[in-house]
């Protein structure tokens, strides 16, 4: 479900972070001579959608294009460019402008339950309100909700899907994804379980079960040669080990806080590998900046023209970015 058009970038940052979708935030941090918006206007591009505008004309479609680039690189990033608006633009402004584009990276938390019983109903709205993209599976329609108070249309990021064959529906999703079993007939889970682990790409695969039915799970996954590192990755009994219970909310609660404990420590991994890889790249421009600088130094200086300058110039906050 994408998110409903709005013309305002604010409101349409919050829905998409709130969507764990990716998005770039453009804002005009320096603007000088006649330029079609004043320094500090903002706008947001998604993958689908365009909220707001820093002026139109040539200028915001070299903006879009470069946010493409952005999205598609799908990590989270900084970029400052800067534009003079002549014929090179195709705008007669004449003025200059830099920009700053800073992407948000998708959410990679994409979570696949099955089960529309007690539990996947106490589930979904915890799931609902965390950075991730879950898509509810059952065989049955009419054990989805439909009150007030559990409406899925209130969540964006909540998907449902009715399967006859609901092992099926695990094709459809990404690598590294997250799967939750607990449908309402053990064959089904084996199956579903089942195709989850000959794809072998999972990040979390949980399955609720009885002792006794683990223990025969796990001698039909060996009748049927499935890999048993594989199997072996697998979370059963499902949810924290230190938050029991039996009642419905108290085992969503468990398994909800399982799911942060794995995406968490993903996403800790991430950073810390962006971090290094920031690093790499503030040398390698600092090696450049001192090779530029000593060539300049040997260029006679020149003397500058004043301008009507809008915020802080592109140079300088380039600056203030490779010294973060």
Same mark, same amino acid.
């Given at each position: 479900?994408?998110?409903?058009?709005?013309?305002?970038?604010? +409101?349409?940052? /919050?829905?998409?972070?709130? %969507?764990?979708?990716?998005?770039? =935030?453009?804002?005009?941090?320096?603007?000088?001579?006649?330029?079609?918006?004043?320094?500090?206007?903002?706008?947001?591009? +998604?993958?689908?959608?365009?909220?707001?505008?820093?002026?139109?004309?040539?200028?915001?479609?070299?903006?879009?294009?470069? &946010?493409?680039?952005?999205?598609?690189?799908?990590?989270?990033?900084?970029?400052?460019?800067? $534009?003079?608006?002549?014929?090179?633009?195709?705008?007669?402004?004449?003025?200059? &402008?830099?920009?700053?584009?800073?992407?948000?990276?998708?959410?990679?938390?994409?979570?696949?339950?099955?089960?529309?019983?007690?539990?996947?109903?106490?589930?979904? *709205?915890?799931?609902?309100?965390?950075?991730?993209?879950?898509?509810?599976?059952?065989?049955?329609?009419?054990? #989805?909700?439909?009150?007030?108070?559990?409406?899925?249309?209130?969540?964006?990021?909540?998907?449902?899907?009715?399967?006859?064959?609901?092992?099926?529906?695990?094709? !459809?999703?990404?690598?590294?994804?997250? /799967?939750?079993?607990?449908?309402? !007939?053990?064959?089904?889970? $084996?199956?579903?379980?089942?195709?989850?682990?000959?794809?072998?790409? #999972?990040?979390?695969?949980?399955?609720?079960?009885?002792?006794?039915?683990?223990?025969? #799970?796990?001698?039909?996954?060996?009748?049927?040669?499935?890999?048993?590192?594989?199997?072996?990755?697998? !979370?059963?009994?499902?949810? =924290?080990?230190?938050?029991?219970?039996?009642? *419905?909310?108290?085992?969503?609660?468990?398994?909800?806080?399982?799911?942060?404990?794995? /995406? %968490?420590?993903?996403?800790?991994?991430? &950073?810390?590998? !962006?971090?290094?890889?920031?690093?790499?790249?503030?040398? =390698? %421009?600092?090696?450049?900046?001192? +090779?530029?600088?000593?060539?300049?130094? &040997?260029?006679?200086?020149?003397?500058?023209? *004043?301008?009507?300058?809008?915020?802080?110039?592109?140079?300088? #906050?380039?600056?203030?970015?490779?010294?973060?």
């Amino acid at each position: 479900m994408t998110i409903s058009k709005s013309n305002n970038w604010n +409101s349409a940052a /919050y829905q998409l972070s709130k %969507q764990g979708q990716a998005y770039v =935030l453009v804002t005009l941090v320096g603007v000088s001579g006649s330029t079609p918006r004043n320094s500090g206007t903002k706008m947001v591009i +998604s993958k689908d959608d365009i909220f707001d505008t820093i002026g139109g004309g040539h200028l915001e479609h070299k903006t879009i294009k470069h &946010a493409k680039k952005m999205l598609a690189a799908g990590k989270d990033s900084q970029h400052l460019e800067h $534009f003079q608006l002549g014929s090179n633009l195709g705008q007669c402004c004449g003025g200059n &402008a830099s920009v700053l584009f800073e992407c948000f990276a998708a959410v990679g938390v994409n979570i696949m339950l099955f089960g529309a019983g007690h539990v996947g109903k106490a589930l979904v *709205p915890i799931l609902a309100q965390l950075p991730c993209q879950v898509t509810w599976v059952d065989s049955r329609d009419e054990q #989805f909700p439909t009150n007030l108070g559990t409406n899925l249309d209130a969540y964006h990021n909540v998907h449902k899907v009715v399967s006859e064959e609901p092992e099926l529906e695990v094709a !459809n999703m990404p690598e590294n994804s997250y /799967y939750i079993v607990m449908t309402h !007939n053990h064959q089904m889970d $084996f199956e579903i379980s089942q195709a989850i682990l000959k794809r072998g790409d #999972f990040n979390y695969l949980g399955l609720i079960a009885s002792d006794t039915k683990w223990r025969r #799970f796990q001698q039909r996954y060996k009748h049927r040669d499935i890999d048993q590192k594989q199997v072996a990755r697998m !979370n059963c009994p499902i949810g =924290l080990s230190d938050v029991g219970g039996k009642l *419905p909310m108290e085992v969503a609660v468990s398994v909800s806080g399982e799911i942060i404990k794995f /995406y %968490q420590a993903e996403q800790a991994k991430v &950073a810390e590998q !962006n971090q290094e890889n920031q690093q790499i790249e503030q040398a =390698l %421009q600092q090696d450049v900046s001192s +090779s530029t600088d000593l060539t300049m130094a &040997a260029q006679p200086e020149k003397k500058s023209r *004043p301008t009507s300058q809008q915020g802080i110039h592109w140079k300088e #906050f380039k600056q203030l970015l490779n010294t973060d």
